[in-house]
């Protein structure tokens, strides 16, 4: 198994296991206290667990191999799965919880059980926390740095660090939301921890959905990485000029490139003719049936040069940017 699926695999993992048991305790003190603050705490538990869940299903679809009807393999999966996670915080988790504030402004309630509150918070600040260092821990790379290293890594990874960081400050808001009405007495407090958590949990919900949608609306390659390819294919002498050129992602920090060229004839000539193979076949050029001969072995020496000039370019493509992993070289 890859370092890339291991990375996933640890992060989802362990964020599964730790958020399901908090979602549980959450849902248990909230129903004693009746906190709007710790009813928004245990939504947005509960749609991280769901969350990670859907991303662990998407990822595991998307392991499988390349077949006839998906050349390219079933990458897609994880990113239509990773979606429907989002949409799942935004329009359940968000919407209960803005539902449950407006109810609690509406008909305003008293806080029982401060300390248990306390308790749970003060335990789930720390599990957060170690999700966290978990999914941070499985992504870093020393040479990329930290943020770098957050960037670059697959987008189930990335979720989960953006829902544990997150989850941090809502725990914290929670927690003094809930400590401020205990010692003001104004329930407004709690409600305003309440909008603050459902307003972070619609932040996120729609971070994630612009980064998959840019995955599945087939993102194309850096516009400076794209410059240079082209450059490179048009400086080979056999080449005089790209006519069209279309990248697209077929999976994380992996692309297809296709492009149409149109090769220089009279460089292709020279090239034929540079071990003086056409002065010695015409040498022996004495009947019909030889001409024919020579024609063959001619047509048959055009495309062996023509692709192994391809297949060099794709080398030096490959070499300077391990992403592209399929390239499509085609003569106009």
Not at 130 to 136: E, F, K, N, W
Not at 279 to 296: A, G, P, Q
Request: glycine content about 2%; some cysteine.
């Amino acid at each position: 198994m890859s370092n890339s699926h291991q990375s996933w695999k640890v992060a989802v993992l362990a964020a599964i296991i730790w958020n399901t048991t908090v979602t549980i305790l959450k849902f248990i003190v909230f129903f004693m206290s009746g906190s709007t603050s710790m009813f928004s705490e245990w939504v947005h538990t509960l749609a991280d667990s769901v969350n990670q869940i859907l991303l662990y299903v998407g990822i595991k679809k998307s392991s499988k191999k390349a077949d006839e009807k998906f050349s390219y393999g079933y990458w897609k999966e994880r990113f239509f799965w990773a979606l429907i996670s989002a949409c799942w915080i935004f329009f359940l988790g968000a919407w209960i919880t803005l539902y449950h504030w407006v109810e609690g402004l509406i008909h305003p309630s008293e806080i029982e059980n401060y300390w248990l509150s306390y308790i749970v918070l003060i335990v789930s600040f720390f599990i957060e926390w170690l999700t966290l260092y978990i999914a941070l821990k499985s992504v870093y790379k020393k040479e990329f740095g930290l943020l770098k290293s957050i960037k670059e890594s697959d987008n189930a990874s990335y979720a989960v660090i953006l829902e544990d960081s997150v989850a941090v400050l809502w725990v914290t808001i929670a927690f003094f939301a809930i400590l401020l009405t205990k010692v003001t007495g104004y329930l407004f407090f709690d409600s305003i921890g309440s909008i603050t958590i459902w307003l972070l949990l619609w932040w996120v919900a729609i971070l994630l959905i612009i980064k998959n949608k840019n995955y599945l609306m087939w993102k194309s390659l850096d516009d400076n990485i794209t410059e240079w390819i082209i450059k490179l294919i048009e400086t080979d002498p056999l080449i005089i000029k790209v006519i069209d050129f279309k990248s697209e992602i077929i999976d994380l920090n992996a692309y297809i490139i296709k492009c149409e060229v149109e090769f220089n004839g009279t460089a292709l000539m020279k090239e034929i003719s540079k071990h003086d193979f056409l002065e010695d076949e015409y040498k022996h050029i004495n009947k019909y049936e030889d001409f024919l001969r020579f024609c063959v072995e001619y047509a048959n020496r055009i495309p062996r040069l023509i692709w192994k000039n391809i297949d060099t370019l794709e080398i030096k493509i490959k070499k300077h940017y391990p992403e592209i992993k399929y390239i499509d070289i085609e003569l106009n």
